[in-house]
């Protein structure tokens, strides 16, 4: 631009807008673009050319480190323009500008009323592509009228934006034309005059003499009208309630909501940085009210960068959490997202606004505080007939007119579901603003006609719209007080909309506010606060989920719920969840709390009570153990395919089967796992196809045999050594009848095909030599399919005739002919051959040498399994530890538990160990800390407790000297060992040694084949 040319100042030219003096004029396309996207964020800290100018020398500056992509050159530039059009304002008497035809401009357009764009032409179709433009320029929050007196000069801009082009400038040019004339019209206005004033105010055309005063008398006319008359006067009270405030009393009034809670306290929930919580509590905030640090906040951060430690990234930080924090409090007081803008400026950055925005904030403020305060100060109410809003409304809504109560009664659903504006309208054949300001002046009425009932109304009768808020919590919180409103009796709604309250404004009267939260008037906050940093405290180390019950402690278990949900924690039923748990985690915590009603059990049987509760997951038995074992602070695997919960357990919500329980945040989707194990599990050319069509043309098959047979069934490039953990991790599709043996589970046979003919793959003295020792150890029936009192009853005879003296002596040992299948003849003639010939042969010594201490959590699986069938044997230890069923690996295990009290001490190490006195206790702690850090060890507090606790003496079969081995020390002795004599003595150890050199020789040839058995038998 000439330097000789004016500026052009906008429409307001005594103290023009800088958005306007750089859009309107010409000035580089850098500074214009950083304009117009700093007022569309709001981020503008000065606004007027007046404030630029009180700013002094510092006004460049704050400019330049205020304003994104604003450089050295810019805000040269835009210095200039300033003090230019400071200079032109100075040089311009006030009478050579054309205010009469702006003043004409502005009286036209106050015709289309005062409110928010957003609100009106909501409904007057203008093109999306504008739409969306204004928005980003943050000039939907304008009064409709000057946004008509500004749409002329916002051309450029606009047309600088993405998206937006001259045919939607032009088509919003003909929307808002259409709106202005049929304002105009309304209030009386000719169309051929109406169409005269839509370009005057438009296009920013100077009429001539006659038509110019043609609109002037006509506009003399419509402002007589009442409804203008009425406006008029509601636009100067609201005015005169505001303009006395002033910036300090603003200030203050926007704290005034942080006074009751302390800056620590409020600032917990937003998880600040370390940094930013210590320059804090360095400056002797942290215990001070939150209000003190808000009204203070820009000198605490110039003093905080000045200490140290402490950059701009700390410091944009910093007051981004203050800005949320001031916004969750406004919000839920009422306040439009605008006039939280405004409000962050003049509160945290102490940023003089533009004088629109500053005026609006002003009416915010005073309105709230005119409401609040007419809340409370109430005469006594002794002298208010109390009622519920059930009982006063009726006969206060008979008052009004027949279209105005019944408008309210269909807006707020009184009897029946509440219709929305545009609903209403269609009934009445009314725009849906229309409708809203029936219902607007509806209210006034009401209003005026019992304030004080509908007072009293809100005040002593809130107890139910407070349940309704809470939802059974001793608390509402803040962020979920408005979308909570509905929840709350139409009739009590209502009776706040007539007092002009909202419903956290209500809440402001009829409960405490701290922090994030109301409580209900006169509880002490202290003890949910206090639940609520140790449950901090604790969830910084705790693995999730986990059971609420397991987090409390010696807390109450409704306190902590309520202090999680106060901390915004995420909750699925009883558990505490990480942020964006999925399906997976979800059904972690599904399966835990079954199995804490279901103690140690097997995965067949936990599927089956899972999918029953659970029809809306499709949960495979592989699924629920790989969540398991991702998941080892919940879970525990005892003896393979026996799993239990650790730690206590919860509730977990069940979804009916045609619904959904899924995230947009979850971590993979149900059916991705199951998808990516397809290759091997389900489709053809599949090591588990090979194994199943191998399995169902040769029968059921050791390990051993199937890795002999592999190469011929196996696809190529497939390794022999995928056979067993397909095997093994496929339980749905293989089965094991017997040790080391597998088949497909309908290849085992049923109790009546065992009667007539008992299959040749367990006619062998190996099963039966591992049936003896298994039953003779205490090993549940269930272990083995083939366990059974059939397949006994179809060994007996077999044993008999086939087997070696020894193995018939202790199988009729361990057998039970009473109950047997058989007819009461044959029962009687095997219960006699045991009588006679029953004896268990196969005892031995433990061979020690080698043996080492089991992991702990191995020892806490056993003592699960021991509490679950009521003792513990020698192979089921053996199972636990993942060995062969019959290694001496399992004497460590028993001798250890023994030393500690878990088991009692027996005779015979072959033996069941009955449960110990300490096993109760161990479990809790072993579980208490597995489930609290998600592993054990030896190292261990817990660990190294248990290790003090053991005991050498009144072991039984147990050797002092092996024991204090396992424990790595010298255990106290709590009873003198008896001398014994030195003949006797070794005597005993020659028959140790022979027993011992007898039992492996029939071991090795009877059992030790590498081969023969699956490892994890």
């Known amino acids: 631009m000439d330097e000789g040319e004016p500026l052009d100042l906008?429409?307001?030219?005594?103290?023009?807008l800088i958005f306007d003096l750089v859009t309107r004029?010409?000035?580089?396309?850098?500074?214009?673009?950083?304009?117009?996207?700093?007022?569309?964020?709001?981020?503008?800290?000065?606004?007027?050319?007046?404030?630029?100018?009180d700013a002094g020398d510092e006004a460049p500056e704050v400019m330049r480190r205020r304003v994104p992509n604003l450089g050295a050159r810019s805000v040269a530039e835009l210095d200039a323009l300033l003090r230019r059009a400071h200079q032109q304002l100075a040089a311009e008497p006030r009478s050579t500008r054309p205010l009469e035809r702006l003043d004409l401009r502005a009286a036209l357009a106050s015709c289309a009323g005062a409110q928010p764009c957003r609100e009106s032409l909501a409904e007057a179709g203008l093109p999306l592509r504008l739409w969306n433009a204004l928005g980003r320029l943050d000039l939907l929050a304008l009064p409709v009228c000057e946004l008509l007196l500004r749409y002329v000069r916002l051309e450029p801009t606009l047309l600088q934006l993405p998206n937006v082009g001259r045919t939607s400038f032009r088509e919003?040019?003909?929307?808002?034309?259409?709106?202005?004339?049929?304002?105009?019209?309304?209030?009386?206005?000719?169309?051929?005059?109406?169409?005269?004033?839509?370009?005057?105010?438009?296009?920013?055309?100077?009429?001539?003499?006659?038509?110019?005063?043609l609109l002037e008398a006509s506009l003399a006319q419509l402002r007589l009208l009442p409804e203008a008359t009425e406006a008029t006067e509601a636009t100067e009270a609201s005015d005169d309630a505001s303009s006395s405030l002033s910036v300090d009393e603003v200030r203050e009034a926007l704290a005034a909501g942080f006074a009751a809670v302390t800056t620590g306290t409020a600032l917990t929930a937003q998880r600040p940085p370390a940094r930013f919580l210590g320059q804090l509590e360095a400056l002797g905030y942290l215990d001070r009210p939150l209000q003190r640090l808000m009204l203070e906040y820009p000198e605490a951060l110039v003093a905080m960068q000045r200490r140290g430690n402490f950059g701009a990234t700390s410091s944009r930080l910093a007051t981004t959490i203050m800005r949320e924090i001031l916004r969750l409090e406004l919000s839920s007081r009422g306040f439009e997202p605008r006039e939280i803008e405004v409000a962050q400026l003049v509160l945290l950055e102490n940023a003089p606004p533009a004088s629109d925005d500053f005026r609006a904030l002003c009416r915010r403020v005073a309105q709230i505080r005119t409401a609040v305060a007419g809340a409370v100060t109430e005469e006594p109410?002794?002298?208010?007939?109390?009622?519920?809003?059930?009982?006063?409304?009726p006969r206060l809504l008979a008052s009004l007119a027949d279209r105005e109560r019944d408008v309210l009664e269909r807006r707020y659903g009184l009897y029946a579901a509440p219709l929305t504006l545009e609903e209403v309208g269609v009934i009445y054949g009314l725009t849906r603003e229309r409708i809203r300001q029936i219902e607007k002046k509806a209210l006034g009425r009401l209003r005026q006609v019992a304030p004080k009932r509908l007072r009293a109304c809100c005040q002593e009768h809130g107890a139910a719209a407070w349940a309704a808020l809470s939802g059974g919590e001793p608390f509402v919180l803040v962020s979920e007080a408005a979308p909570a409103d509905r929840r709350v009796s139409p009739w009590m709604l209502l009776a706040m909309e007539a007092c002009g309250l909202t419903v956290p404004a209500w809440l402001d009267v009829f409960a405490d506010r701290r922090s994030g939260y109301w409580l209900p008037r006169g509880t002490p906050h202290e003890a949910l606060e206090a639940a609520a940093e140790r449950l901090d405290a604790r969830l910084a180390s705790q693995p999730r989920p986990c059971a609420i019950a397991q987090l409390a402690g010696e807390d109450d278990e409704a306190l902590v719920r309520a202090a999680l949900r106060l901390r915004g924690w995420r909750l699925f039923g009883d558990y505490v969840m990480p942020q964006g748990a999925g399906p997976r985690l979800r059904r972690a915590a599904r399966l835990h709390s079954l199995l804490g009603q279901l103690g140690l059990t097997g995965i067949p049987e936990l599927m089956t009570?899972?999918?029953?509760?659970?029809?809306?997951d499709p949960c495979g038995a592989r699924d629920a153990e790989i969540v398991m074992q991702s998941c080892r602070h919940l879970f525990i695997e005892a003896t393979e395919g026996c799993w239990a919960a650790i730690g206590l357990s919860g509730e977990t919500p069940v979804v009916a089967a045609q619904g959904t329980d899924r995230d947009e945040e979850d971590d993979e989707p149900d059916g991705g796992r199951e998808a990516a194990d397809a290759e091997e599990t389900r489709t053809d050319g599949t090591i588990a196809s090979a194994l199943e069509s191998e399995l169902r043309e040769a029968g059921p098959l050791r390990i051993s045999e199937l890795q002999e047979r592999a190469p011929g069934f196996l696809p190529p490039g497939r390794s022999i050594n995928s056979l067993g953990p397909i095997l093994l991790t496929n339980k749905d599709r293989f089965a094991r009848p017997l040790p080391g043996f597998y088949a497909l589970p309908d290849q085992i046979p049923r109790p009546a095909q065992l009667l007539a003919r008992a299959p040749?793959?367990?006619?062998?003295?190996?099963?039966?030599?591992?049936?003896?020792?298994?039953?003779?150890?205490?090993e549940p029936r269930e272990s083995?399919?083939?366990?059974?009192?059939?397949?006994?009853?179809?060994?007996?005879?077999?044993?008999?005739?086939?087997?070696?003296?020894?193995?018939?002596e202790s199988f009729l040992h361990v057998a039970e002919p009473d109950a047997w299948p058989a007819s009461v003849a044959d029962q009687a003639d095997w219960k006699a051959l045991k009588a006679e010939r029953g004896r268990f042969g196969l005892a031995s010594p433990p061979i020690t040498d080698g043996v080492e201490r089991p992991d702990l959590d191995k020892l806490l699986a056993a003592c699960l399994h021991a509490r679950r069938h009521g003792g513990l044997g020698w192979i089921s230890a053996n199972r636990i530890l993942w060995r062969r069923i019959t290694e001496f690996a399992a004497a460590g295990m028993l001798a250890m538990m023994v030393a500690v009290e878990l088991l009692e001490p027996a005779d015979d190490w072959q033996a069941p160990h009955h449960p110990g006195p300490a096993l109760e206790d161990w479990i809790a702690q072993l579980e208490a800390t597995l489930a609290r850090t998600g592993k054990l060890e030896w190292s261990s507090p817990v660990g190294e407790a248990l290790l003090s606790a053991a005991r050498v003496s009144d072991l039984g079969w147990a050797d002092q000297v092996f024991v204090t081995r396992l424990f790595g020390r010298v255990a106290p002795v709590r009873e003198p060992a008896k001398p014994e004599d030195p003949l006797a003595q070794l005597l005993a150890e020659r028959e140790r040694a022979r027993q011992t050199s007898e039992f492996e020789a029939r071991l090795r040839a009877a059992v030790a084949r590498p081969d023969d058995e699956d490892p994890e038998a």
């Open 784 to 808: 083995f399919p083939l366990w059974s009192v059939e397949a006994e009853c179809a060994w007996a005879p077999w044993v008999r005739r086939h087997a070696e003296s020894v193995l018939l």
């Open 25 to 53: 004029n010409a000035t580089t396309v850098r500074l214009s673009n950083a304009i117009i996207a700093a007022r569309g964020r709001g981020d503008l800290p000065l606004n007027r050319l007046s404030t630029y100018l």
């Open 172 to 213: 919003g040019r003909r929307v808002l034309g259409e709106h202005l004339q049929r304002r105009l019209v309304a209030r009386g206005m000719t169309r051929a005059l109406a169409d005269e004033a839509e370009a005057v105010v438009l296009d920013n055309w100077d009429p001539d003499p006659r038509t110019c005063a």
């Open 10 to 16: 906008g429409s307001e030219p005594d103290d023009p």
């Open 760 to 778: 040749t793959f367990m006619l062998n003295e190996d099963q039966v030599r591992y049936y003896v020792l298994g039953r003779r150890a205490g």
């Open 381 to 393: 109410r002794a002298e208010v007939a109390s009622e519920p809003a059930e009982a006063l409304l």
């Open 609 to 616: 009570e899972y999918r029953a509760r659970a029809a809306d």
